[in-house]
Nanobody, 114 residues
Framework: VQLQASGGGLVQAGGSLRLSCAAS????????MGWYRQAPGKTREAVAV???????FYADSVKGRFTISRDNAKNTVYLQMNSLKPEDTDIYYC?????????WGQGTLVTVSS
């Protein structure tokens, strides 16, 4: 399974970005899809996760600002990021858990300037 992430970039504080992650396999079979972020030298942390049933989890630091969604017809998971802060600057990775295993996409860099 391949996951292709896109949508990162440079944005000013208070701005918005939408990340997309397209899977090479039908997303309907993915139990969980999510976004994680990792700064150099730090542990990768979960940002937002969505289950096949639509249940969502958000890190406390992004609640009320980020929204995760999935479009199974497009095999894609999205992360809408609003009211971005400089501390949101990170490399963001998408992940999908299929019955065959857990897969990761390449990272996409999000940089928020103050």
């Amino acid at each position: 399974v391949q996951l292709q992430a896109s949508g990162g970039g440079l944005v000013q504080a208070g701005g918005s970005l939408r990340l997309s992650c397209a899977a090479s396999r039908s997303a309907e079979s993915a139990n969980v899809m999510g976004w994680y972020r990792q700064a150099p030298g730090k542990t990768r942390e979960a940002v937002a996760v969505i289950t096949s049933g639509g249940s969502t989890f958000y890190a406390d630091s992004v609640k009320g600002r980020f929204t995760i969604s999935r479009d199974n017809a497009k095999n894609t998971v999205y992360l809408q990021m609003n009211s971005l802060k400089p501390e949101d600057t990170d490399i963001y990775y998408c992940s999908a858990k299929f019955p065959s295993g857990n897969y990761w996409g390449q990272g996409t860099l999000v940089t928020v300037s103050s």
